[in-house]
């Protein structure tokens, strides 16, 4: 029997509905000696995952339902949960949304896009360049996570913030542009999260775009700010 199925059997059994972390921990180390460590109460839940562990963004068998931090309630399999997933990535303070369920089935939130800014990868080295129609740079989701902990994820043009406008939906939601355009590089460089990536919504990168090579977001501010004088 799988740690999860085990920690389940034993809540289901206990006749209570809320535990924290420590009890579900301590429970499984009295009934079967295992690690605490071992014991992940936010992997059960139907409104949290791991993106680490659990990369489709579900466990299709979750029990449990986060109510705060390292407090749970106990609902069992197959329940009719309505409601988002949060995950936080490794080293951030911001919460996104990677899925959602509706009467206990699971649909997956797009993640953002960035036409040919796409950020992938596992390093903060940019420039091999790939054929694809055009020739594009790999880049690194770590990266992007990086320059949104220090900006945060309001638009550095217009200053949209998506999860004041459109809720939890939004939250966590912007495009990243890439400063200095990378097809001009031509060789690999070490890139600054801080300094060569900036948060745009997708209007404005668009707009940054419609020059080539891509106007600098500090003049598209300042085209805006004169057109709204």
Same mark, same amino acid.
């Given at each position: 029997?799988? =740690?999860?199925? #085990? ?14 972390? @420590?009890?579900?921990?301590?429970? &499984? ?8 460590? $071992? ?18 963004? &579900? ?17 069992? %399999? ?13 080293? $951030? ?13 699971? $649909?997956?939130? !797009? ?19 790939? #054929?694809? @129609?055009?020739?594009?740079?790999? !880049? ?28 939890? =939906?939004?939250?966590? %939601? ?7 355009? =990378? ?23 668009? &707009?940054?775009? !419609?020059?080539?090579?891509? &106007?600098?977001?500090?003049?598209? !501010? ?8």
């Amino acid at each position: 029997m799988a =740690i999860l199925e #085990q920690v389940e059997e034993l809540l289901a059994k206990s006749g209570k509905e809320f535990f924290s972390s @420590t009890e579900i921990k301590n429970l &499984m180390a009295e009934a079967y000696g295992t690690n605490p460590n $071992s014991v992940l109460p936010p992997d059960y839940c139907y409104n949290r995952t791991n993106n680490g562990i659990d990369k489709s963004g &579900m466990l299709k068998r979750k029990f449990l339902i986060r109510i705060e931090s390292g407090q749970y309630r106990y609902v069992g %399999f197959d329940y009719k949960f309505n409601g988002y997933v949060y995950q936080k990535p490794h080293g $951030s303070k911001v919460e996104t949304i990677v899925g959602f369920w509706k009467d206990g089935i699971y $649909s997956e939130v !797009r993640q953002p896009e960035n036409d040919l800014e796409d950020l992938n990868g596992q390093t903060f080295i940019e420039g091999s360049t790939k #054929q694809v @129609t055009v020739n594009t740079y790999e !880049r690194n989701s770590a990266a992007r996570q990086k320059c949104l902990d220090f900006h945060g994820y309001n638009c550095k043009v217009c200053d949209f913030d998506f999860a004041e406008v459109y809720g939890e =939906i939004g939250k966590g %939601f912007i495009h990243v542009h890439h400063i200095v355009q =990378i097809a001009n590089i031509k060789r690999e460089y070490e890139l600054d999260p801080v300094k060569d990536l900036v948060p745009l919504c997708p209007n404005c990168h668009a &707009m940054v775009h !419609r020059h080539n090579p891509a &106007m600098h977001p500090d003049e598209l !501010r300042e085209r805006l700010c004169q057109k709204n004088v």
